[in-house]
């Protein structure tokens, strides 16, 4: 398995070409909360997959995230936009960079998983750190949506048993509510698909991408909010 840490570190262009192959999540977010005029926090927001589909309608959004690398490619993203009402930072995400009840808003998509993954002896304690100091930026009423991966190359919800745990304690721990959806990834083609598949999931996911010629690859995602 290929590992993400050094990829986020040194490979994140690459890393943002496969994302785009997914749809946003723009209408998703709305559902739960819409976000016109609102100051937004985005939460591990790696290359700006989610900042750069709300930066539009925020009254601001901060770009958090641990890989400087990573925030480098959102800064360029959103300087292209136009829009003056974001920032990027570096930041942990068990200990925020953000003052008191300062967000409407928090978004993280595929972040949390790192911490929260069983594989970590300190994954309770990690996740309560991230949940106490969502809570501790947000304002009353504020919201919180999580997003996180369900399985890849699966039709139906099939999460990794090392996350099994963490998504558990997300609905009976701290009571949020929960759904899951289809992200597919749709590539150009099966050299493209083949290539950023076994870049990001390793040989087992590509060698059956190439056998089953999935240009088309089933992804399930879960969102929990609060």
Same mark, same amino acid.
């Given at each position: 398995m290929p590992n993400h840490t050094e990829i986020y570190?040194? #490979?994140?262009e690459k890393y943002h070409e496969l994302i785009s192959k997914q749809n946003n999540l723009t209408?998703?977010?709305?559902?739960?909360?819409?976000? +016109?005029?609102l100051d937004i926090?985005?939460?591990?927001?790696? =290359? $700006?997959?989610? =900042?750069s589909v709300l930066v539009e309608e925020a009254k601001s959004i901060i770009a958090l995230d641990a890989s400087e690398e990573m925030l480098k490619i959102t800064k360029e993203k959103l300087e292209k936009t $136009?829009?003056?009402?974001?920032?990027?930072?570096?930041? /942990?995400?068990?200990?925020? !960079?953000?003052? /008191?009840? !300062?967000? #409407?808003?928090?978004?993280a998509g595929w972040s949390i998983c790192y911490l929260g993954s069983s594989?970590?002896?300190?994954?309770?304690? #990690?996740?309560?750190?991230v949940i106490k100091e969502m +809570?501790?930026?947000l304002r009353r009423n504020g919201t919180i949506i999580i997003f996180e991966t369900l399985g890849t190359g699966v +039709? =139906?919800? !099939?999460?990794? /048993?090392?996350?099994k745990k963490y998504y558990a304690a997300l609905v009976n721990q701290y009571c949020f509510s929960h759904q899951s959806i289809r992200l597919d990834y749709t590539f150009d083609d099966?050299?493209?698909?083949?290539?950023?598949?076994?870049?990001?999931?390793?040989? #087992?996911? !590509?060698?059956?991408v190439v056998k089953e010629n999935l240009v088309h690859l089933p992804e399930c995602v879960g969102i929990w909010w609060l």
């Open positions: 570190r040194k #490979d994140a209408n998703i977010i709305k559902q739960i909360r819409p976000f +016109k005029g926090v985005d939460l591990g927001a790696g =290359t $700006g997959r989610l =900042t $136009g829009f003056t009402n974001w920032k990027t930072q570096v930041s /942990d995400l068990r200990k925020l !960079s953000l003052q /008191d009840q !300062s967000a #409407d808003l928090i978004v594989n970590n002896p300190y994954w309770e304690q #990690d996740i309560y750190k +809570k501790r930026a +039709k =139906t919800p !099939s999460p990794p /048993d090392f996350l099966m050299q493209q698909a083949e290539e950023l598949t076994r870049f990001f999931f390793g040989s #087992d996911l !590509s060698n059956r």
